[in-house]
């Protein structure tokens, strides 16, 4: 089936511009919507200032004729201030209301009738006039097709007993007040355009500035031959990524102790092989020269048995390369008493062949309580297997002749184990760490042991048992004949309950 390459997710930088931007933009957004508002309330408030400048000076400016009449008579400034301009249209009316009504205060607008006293005819009024005398009340309105913004005021004017009633309208055209919130909003927006480029620009290098002893890093990582190991300098990257540099410096020391194991293993294989291979190449070419037939089959009898060695050398070294390595096996249910009695079926032609008593007893418990049959852990089935293999295989070749070796399975507490005794020649307890140890074969420690052994079958034991989280330890075996004691090899695996 065809693989495609997975998308790139991108870069720091693109995630801090797609992350921060829209923050960003949405922040002058919110900004300017707000700051446009103030605007048009500070628009609002100037210009209506300034519409209602005029209204006042033409409300003080209705006077009374000697006859009860009502004259207006505006300063030339007033005249000046109601000028239109272009784009910038003023209107105004000052009106008396006739008949008089017993109040102005709150009414409708449109309700009382008038006349033109000034001004110009037609001028809207608003729904409802003020409720005090002189109080302005701005609204918009449509005048000739022209959106305009007004201003109305009243007044109740007496002398000598006569009452009049006036109401002063001025209004402008929209244009000017419109034109001057659309120059603000734009400059608003070129602000805030001019901003966001520069938090764009700031991010961007920023960022760039910020990665450079990543690039550095980089850079070293490139430049370093391919044997060169050594862990990477932490003290000028960002604190932020130390973390990350520690775990492949943690990467770089577990890889490096790989290649040092196979480095020790094919040093040690090289040199337990090669000996084996030049003796039998000895025996051969001594076995070609030898003219006599029975001395010839001696020689064959012993390159076949120094070739059983070395095939049984081999086998133990693709193990321990197996159980060295870092792949994990299926993991299932696994009785350990029923593996332990099969390892003891397999090997009992090889006890027997040695004179040896292999013996097996059934699952029990270390204190007394009764069990049933089965002994339960979670692991690797030929991998545990092969750990009791190798014990039972030990015990054997080292125990001695004539001797006797229990196996037994059975749980303490939490641990479930399976014990390899035996009443041989036994190991001196300052020594029994040391067997696990590759090549190791105890030394003089085992004297009375003829067998010829690689050294390798406890460290195989103790791999694939620390491969299943278990461990093995060697104790004091069964008392032997002259008055020591034997060895006894306890595997311990965690139980498992379920």
Aim: proline residues 4%; glycine residues 8%.
């Amino acid at each position: 089936m065809a693989t495609f390459p997975r998308k790139s997710r991108g870069g720091i930088r693109f995630w801090l511009l797609v992350l921060l931007i829209p923050g960003v933009v949405t922040l002058l957004l919110v900004d300017s919507r707000t700051d446009y508002q103030a605007l048009n309330v500070v628009t609002q408030e100037v210009y209506d200032s300034a519409l209602l400048e005029p209204a006042k000076v033409l409300e003080n400016s209705v006077e009374f004729n000697a006859d009860g009449s009502l004259r207006i008579d505006p300063p030339f400034y007033a005249q000046v201030m109601l000028e239109s301009r272009a784009g910038n249209r003023k209107y105004f009316r000052v009106e008396e209301v006739t008949p008089n009504v017993l109040s102005l205060a709150g009414s409708r607008g449109q309700v009382a009738e008038g006349k033109t006293l000034l001004g110009m005819q037609g001028l809207p009024r608003p729904v409802t006039l003020a409720e005090n005398e002189g109080m302005p009340v701005f609204y918009n309105a449509m005048y000739r097709n022209d959106e305009v913004r007004m201003v109305a005021l009243w007044r109740d004017l007496h002398y000598s007993g006569v009452h009049r009633q006036v109401i002063i309208l001025v209004g402008e055209s929209m244009d000017l007040r419109l034109h001057t919130q659309q120059q603000a909003w734009r400059e608003g927006l070129f602000r805030d355009g001019r901003m966001l480029i520069l938090a764009i620009l700031l991010v961007w290098f920023s960022v760039h500035w910020a990665l450079r002893p990543l690039n550095e890093l980089r850079r070293e990582i490139k430049l370093r031959n391919i044997d060169n190991l050594m862990p990477l300098d932490i003290s000028n990257v960002p604190r932020e990524v130390v973390p990350l540099v520690k775990a492949v410096n943690h990467h770089i020391d577990l890889y490096r102790q790989v290649l040092d194991k196979q480095a020790r293993f094919l040093a040690d294989a090289s040199h337990q092989l090669r000996t084996p291979l030049a003796i039998m190449r000895t025996q051969a070419q001594y076995a070609k020269r030898e003219p006599d037939i029975v001395r010839m089959r001696e020689t064959l009898a012993a390159i076949i048995r120094q070739l059983g060695q070395t095939s049984r050398l081999t086998e133990q070294l693709l193990s321990l390369a197996h159980a060295s390595g870092n792949e994990v096996a299926p993991q299932s249910k696994v009785d350990l008493n029923a593996l332990a009695r099969e390892v003891v079926l397999l090997y009992l032609p090889l006890a027997r062949e040695k004179h040896q008593d292999l013996g097996w007893v059934d699952c029990h418990d270390v204190s007394g309580a009764s069990e049933d049959a089965n002994v339960w852990v979670l692991g690797s089935d030929a991998e545990i297997h092969e750990s009791i293999s190798n014990l039972v295989h030990n015990a054997i070749n080292h125990a001695g002749e004539g001797c006797s070796i229990t196996v037994s399975a059975g749980v303490q507490g939490s641990d479930a184990w399976v014990s390899v005794c035996d009443n041989g020649v036994g190991l001196d307890p300052s020594l029994r760490d040391s067997v696990f140890i590759r090549f190791d074969r105890g030394g003089p420690a085992r004297k009375g042991s003829r067998a010829s052994g690689s050294g390798l079958g406890l460290a195989i034991a103790l791999a694939y048992a620390q491969r299943n989280r278990g461990t093995i330890v060697l104790n004091d075996g069964d008392p032997s004949v002259d008055g020591g004691v034997g060895l006894c090899a306890l595997l311990t695996l965690p139980r498992h309950l379920a």
